[in-house]
């Protein structure tokens, strides 16, 4: 019976993926400098375990978006990148694990909008050029 009457404002067991990531991220943004990991879980809310807010700060300090200083026995945190530069990294990671990057890249530009195809052959050609002739 108590399953069945769920709070309207009760917050759902799951979240989207790379949702716990943006929002841990987003906290350490909001510190002044450092943060530990208790800091980070007091801002989340605390319905979060340490071990978890621990999990995702170390993924995202193997993805390069974090920073760590060791600080006595555990770890102060610094974000390097911000919301776009971790979905950046995301994309990133994708098309590194797929053995044709060509088909990946082509498929995706296929399914661009007009403005955003725009906007990314604009960004193509302001960035500085590898190998031009």
Not at 11 to 40: D, F, I, M, N
Not at 44 to 54: F, N, Q
Not at 74 to 96: C, H, K, N, Y
Request: glycine share 10%; no cysteine; aromatic share 4%.
């Amino acid at each position: 019976m108590r399953d069945q009457k769920r709070g309207a404002d009760e917050q759902p067991r799951r979240r989207g993926q790379g949702e716990l990531e943006t929002q841990v991220l987003a906290a350490l943004r909001q510190a002044s400098g450092p943060a530990t990991a208790a800091w980070v879980q007091e801002r989340l809310g605390g319905d979060l375990a340490y071990t978890t807010v621990m999990t995702i700060l170390t993924r995202l300090h193997a993805k390069g978006a974090v920073a760590r200083e060791r600080a006595g026995r555990s770890f102060q945190w610094t974000p390097v990148a911000d919301e776009a530069g971790l979905a950046a990294l995301r994309m990133r990671r994708v098309l590194d694990a797929e053995a044709d990057r060509e088909a990946v890249l082509a498929s995706f530009v296929t399914t661009l909008s007009p403005g955003d195809e725009r906007l990314l052959r604009d960004l193509l050609a302001q960035a500085p050029g590898e190998g031009e002739d």
